[in-house]
Antibody, heavy 122, light 113 residues
Framework: EVQLVESGGGLVQPGRSLRLSCKIS????????LTWVRQAPGKGLEWVGF??????????EYAASVKGRFTISRDDSKSIAYLQMNSLRTDDTAMYYC?????????????WGQGTLVTVSS | DIVMTQSPDSLAVSLGERATINCKSS????????????LAWYQQKPGQPPKLLIS???TRESGVPDRFSGSGSGTDFTLTISSLQAEDVAVYYC?????????FGQGTKVEIK
């Protein structure tokens, strides 16, 4: 059974950093990309970015709103993905979901974690 | 970036009646080399992560009731719930995966009239 479990969320002050983790099980993580999507309270879905598998260079893509501040990485040996968030702003407050896409190309988001809530506030 | 615009923002439909949600992309999401539309529909109920309903614009995911159907091509797409059930009350999102950044529509809230 595919499972994704996010952790690391919490209350953080503006300008500070936070690192989220996504622990994966139920499939061979190293063969697939991993996507992050966020949702501000009461708002819609916003794609944050994704990391390709090592087969495709392990490269990353980001939304303009987080580029240069957020970094996605992966540790295939531990089946964990990370979202390093720096220079946090109040508008980064959201539920953050990590997602597995079984197509292997980060097209369709068929497995979601339950999310971890990040609140940026002074 | 491809902008996804859904309409309406909300709709109220009687039980057993048809619900129709539209999604328009600012540029085509049809990939000519394979004639596939890179468009998905998701359902999100309160307190839950979204659930993938339809991929490739019209392919229903395993376990999704057949009252849900997707149609359209190019820039104009539709999600239809043929006979609304109480458990279909949710917010529905379209999403394109034709290019980066992947983008979602703003969501359509479906309620019971």
């Amino acid at each position: 059974e595919v499972q994704l479990v996010e952790s690391g969320g919490g209350l953080v002050q503006p300008g500070r950093s936070l690192r989220l983790s996504c622990k994966i099980s139920g499939f061979t993580f190293g063969e697939y990309p991993l996507t992050w999507v966020r949702q501000a309270p009461g708002k819609g879905l916003e794609w944050v970015g994704f990391i390709r598998s090592k087969t495709y260079g392990g490269t990353t893509e980001y939304a303009a709103s987080v580029k240069g501040r957020f970094t996605i990485s992966r540790d295939d040996s531990k089946s964990i993905a990370y979202l390093q968030m720096n220079s946090l702003r109040t508008d980064d407050t959201a539920m953050y979901y990590c997602i597995h896409d079984s197509t292997g190309y980060a097209y369709y988001f068929d497995y979601w974690g339950q999310g971890t809530l990040v609140t940026v506030s002074s | 970036d491809i902008v996804m615009t859904q309409s309406p923002d909300s709709l109220a439909v009687s039980l057993g009646e048809r619900a129709t949600i539209n999604c328009k992309s600012s540029q085509s999401v049809l990939y000519s080399s394979n004639n596939e539309n890179y468009l998905a529909w998701y359902q999100q109920k309160p307190g839950q992560p979204p659930k993938l309903l339809i991929s490739w614009a019209s392919t229903r995911e395993s376990g999704v009731p057949d009252r849900f159907s997707g149609s359209g091509s190019g820039t104009d797409f539709t999600l239809t719930i043929s006979s609304l059930q109480a458990e279909d009350v949710a917010v529905y999102y379209c999403q394109q995966c034709y290019s980066n950044p992947r983008t979602f529509g703003q969501g359509t809230k479906v309620e019971i009239k």
